[in-house]
């Protein structure tokens, strides 16, 4: 269980100082998600491009940086955070169905190691700016591999049927073209095919059909050098990431040999298990055959219950009191939809006890907004059994008007 990484005193202190909501992330937690795929990977030696949008913190960033990681972002924001945050522009591929010309400009500007391009439309785009910059951008095509990843509808992308990528016909149209343009160079092809994916069975299926395309792609001429499997390597809630070593071996299964530079992106496996949430009981109360305890944390801090269903393991901080019961945990937002974990056992918690929401690291801060109003949380790191530090303040009211004329 998580919770043996993240000691209650340690929190009550971070509490206390940072104040609740409060993110709260071990680095040390985030290290071993690293090395784990540093060591599965080893024979492979991938370039493994960490994908900002599940925690684009600038404190856990560094550390994926300092690792000697890339970045795979998928905005112009994140190209910022991503520079700002120690990762190389040569290791940085910018991803994503919709860039505008004035993120293309900014990504080639920089020095990105490639775009991942998701469409004809957008490859006449960059191959305008490269022409303004006058040089040739280098690319990747986003290819839809039409396999199914078994996980969420909203985050399955690699079905035909999905906004996501080009279909392999329409990737060889567009290869051709890129080859003979003077301002692009096809350098890579992508696929991703989901996230929160639990088994390495599709990822050997879209590794196959993309090397084969690549091959294929080779015979006309096209030498690419990346081939990009994407991410979503899938993380229990509650626990740590599933050995990446069967994803090692269905990844190298098709590549390993093939001359062909494997580049990762994963997000959630590695820094899902190394945050939570951290919110104090405001209130306790009982209603229509239900328990709630009501908490200063909310889906504006934490969407994932509300928007995917996601069920978060929820704990007190110290000990409750009595028998357990059965209790939906609740934010103070207008919404129904505002729950953190619905239907948990608990023992009774006093107002102003900690709650702690496990595996909130991915998808958490990043997703939060300032809905109802609310300044965004806090973040903290632990770096080390009685260390930690703010890497991001917590948010004033003065912050929610900020950017008003
Ligand atoms: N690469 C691309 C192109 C992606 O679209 C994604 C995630 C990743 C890599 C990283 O996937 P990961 O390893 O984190 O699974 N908000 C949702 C997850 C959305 C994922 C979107 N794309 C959630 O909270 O579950």
Known sequence: MLSKYFKPGLLEKIAAKAGTPVYVYSAPVFLKQVRAYQKAFKALDPLFCYAMKANSSRGLCALAAKEGWGADVVSGGELYR????????????????????????????????FVNAESFEEVLELEKAAARLK????????INPDVDPHTHKFIST????????????????????AAESRHLKPVGAHFHIGSQVHSAGPYALAAGR???FMLKLASRGVNLKYADVGGGWGVKEGGEMADPAALAKAVAGVFQGSGFRVILEPGRSVCAPAGLL???????KSGGHKN???????????????????KHPVALVGAGRGPEKIYDIVGPVCESGD?????????????GQLLAVYSAGAYGFSMSSQYNS??????????????????????????LVAAEK
Not at 98 to 112: N, R, V
Not at 292 to 310: F, K, Q, S, T, W
């Open 82 to 113: 991503a520079l700002r945050a120690g990762f190389k522009p040569g290791n940085i591929i910018f991803s994503g169905v919709g860039k505008t010309p004035e993120e293309l400009d900014y990504a080639l500007k920089a020095g990105i190691l």
């Open 135 to 142: 040089l040739r951008a280098p690319l990747s095509l986003r």
């Open 158 to 177: 690699g079905k035909l049927g999905s906004k996501f990528g080009v279909s392999f016909e329409e990737a060889l149209k567009i290869y051709v073209y």
């Open 210 to 212: 993309l090397a084969a």
């Open 278 to 284: 951290l919110g104090r009981v405001i209130y306790r």
């Open 292 to 310: 709630y305890i009501v908490v200063d944390a909310a889906m504006n801090d934490l969407v994932r219950p509300a928007l995917y269903g996601a």
């Open 339 to 351: 729950f953190l974990a619905q239907g948990v056992r608990l023992k009774e918690p006093r107002p």
């Open 374 to 399: 609310r300044p965004r949380a806090a973040e903290a790191l632990i770096t080390g059994p009685a260390a930690w530090r703010l890497i991001r303040r917590r948010e004033t009211y003065r912050d």
